[in-house]
């Protein structure tokens, strides 16, 4: 069992960096995947960033590499998305997810674990 809370979203101008964050309680996170999620208004929730258990695999979406970095705290039940070059079409509400299964992948129903949700804009 897993809870989590995102924080850091704001307003940001395109070019610029975002950093999000996850605190998750339990004493099973270090054992979930983890991952990001985002959903704009009128769009369909997308796959952006995975990271297994042990942080030895990344995943991202092809719209995201290169500028989004996914890492993980296990000692401090976190994990983060570091995000660069910002573009407006990654406003977004961001969501943190978390996959019993520990491996670092972008199937959303394996993700069984949700956060509320932080809302990114990236202004132009």
């Known amino acids: 069992q897993v809870q989590l809370v995102e924080s850091g979203g704001g307003l940001v101008q395109a070019g610029g960096s975002l950093r999000l964050s996850c605190a998750a309680s339990?004493?099973?996170?270090?054992?979930?995947?983890m991952g990001w999620f985002r959903q704009a208004p009128g769009k369909e929730r997308e796959f952006v960033s995975s990271i297994s258990w042990s942080a030895s695999s990344t995943y991202y979406a092809d719209s995201v590499k290169g500028r989004f970095t996914i890492s993980r705290d296990n000692a401090k039940n976190a994990v983060y998305l570091q995000m660069s070059s910002l573009k407006p079409e990654d406003t977004a509400v961001y969501y943190c997810?978390?996959?019993?299964?520990?491996?670092?992948?972008?199937?959303?129903?394996?993700?069984?674990?949700w956060g509320q949700g932080t809302q990114v804009t990236v202004s132009s």
């Open positions: 339990g004493r099973t996170f270090s054992t979930y995947g």
């Open positions: 997810a978390a996959d019993p299964s520990g491996f670092a992948h972008s199937q959303t129903s394996s993700f069984r674990f």
